[in-house]
């Protein structure tokens, strides 16, 4: 299946690499698998016990403070008979219990307690942790996990990403306000094509093409991440405020290697998120995420929400429509439109990954 797709200026990724299960399966091994991948802010995880779990390439991780201070990755599986061991999406404990059989791990990872087993709990274990460990780092008050144990660090991977998204002083004091999933009936790549081309935009989302200088819509390429960045219209509004008395003037929007989207929009400090995780090669969980200053929205911030809002419903009809299309055989690929670099961009990089 994975034949060598030859990339031109002309021809986008075949279809096929959007609704075969062995795409997924090379994809998850070779791709998300060996990449750093969100996991959340700093602020959720300040005291001893906070704990965030995530899914990436199909391991279920979860992120927790230790009683010492340090941040730590664990796959989230009981080393005893492989249960998941924490089912919520984050929370607090002293304690982590598996619920099968009651074996407890201590915030660092070691074992507390076997029930019904004679031996010490430091017999069961190698090392100093019982649970299995994965790498975690923060950059930006974010934080990212990573199988590879091989991988560059995360500010080696993504240094450019970080530099640019440093002019924003906020990033420290960004509380969540929410966070939701919801199915999308897509190959993931078919929603990153679409985040990263605006060709569509006029068409597709009026209100956007309405407050935006689309003339003067920017793609620029970095490591391992793309920016898209837009003035807004003079004669849009932003709220009540001003827009040169909010925090951020200019929306800037990023998207990283290989599933996550990072939107900085204008007004007071804010970020959104958006982590694509496949469910299957036509299903996708799309995990949003709302970091506000302060944590609560202002209205001008709500509306903002609504905006975006907006923008996911119409994309994620298009998406859907696609994948419709990819299923179908009367067609084989694509076509870039001369404008749509970014997008050749990811693909090179998707058949690079799959090809190393």
């Not at 070691?110 to 942790?129: R, Y």
């Not at 400090?269 to 970091?291: C, K, Q, S």
């Not at 929205?297 to 996911?312: A, G, S």
């Amino acid at each position: 299946m994975l034949q060598t797709f030859k990339e031109s200026d002309q021809f986008t990724l075949p279809y096929a690499f959007y609704r075969n299960a062995d795409v997924l399966v090379e994809e998850n091994r070779k791709v998300f698998a060996r990449a750093w991948q969100f996991v959340g802010h700093v602020s959720q995880l300040q005291q001893a016990g906070q704990f965030i779990t995530c899914e990436v390439a199909g391991e279920p991780i979860i992120v927790v403070r230790g009683d010492d201070g340090e941040l730590r990755a664990f796959y989230n599986v009981c080393p005893h008979r492989a249960t998941q061991l924490e089912s919520q999406e984050d929370g607090k404990k002293k304690i982590l219990q598996c619920t099968y059989h009651g074996w407890t791990f201590k915030l660092n990872g070691q074992l507390h307690q076997a029930p019904n087993f004679k031996q010490s709990p430091e017999s069961f274990c190698e090392g100093d942790t019982c649970l299995r460990g994965i790498r975690v780092e923060t950059e930006a008050s974010l934080v990212f996990v990573n199988l590879d144990e091989n991988a560059q660090s995360l500010k080696e991977a993504n240094g450019e990403f970080f530099d640019d998204l440093s002019q924003f002083a906020f990033l420290s004091r960004l509380q969540k306000y929410s966070s939701e999933k919801r199915t999308i009936k897509a190959n993931w790549k078919a929603y990153i094509d679409n985040y990263l081309e605006c060709d569509h935009c006029a068409i597709a989302h009026p209100v956007f093409a309405s407050t935006f200088d689309l003339k003067n819509y920017l793609f620029i390429d970095k490591q391992n991440c793309i920016i898209q960045t837009a003035s807004v219209k003079p004669s849009a509004k932003l709220g009540d405020v001003p827009l040169d008395e909010v925090e951020v003037q200019k929306g800037r929007y990023y998207w990283l290697w290989p599933n996550m989207i990072f939107s900085v929009s204008p007004g007071p400090g804010n970020i959104a998120l958006t982590v694509l995780t496949p469910l299957d090669e036509n299903t996708t969980i799309a995990n949003y995420f709302y970091y506000f200053v302060n944590q609560e929205p202002t209205p001008e911030q709500q509306e903002n929400i609504n905006f975006v809002e907006q923008l996911r419903r119409e994309d994620i009809k298009l998406v859907e429509k696609a994948q419709i299309g990819f299923r179908s055989q009367a067609f084989e690929r694509g076509r870039y439109s001369p404008t749509e670099h970014a997008l050749r961009r990811f693909h090179r990089m998707i058949q690079g990954a799959l090809e190393a």
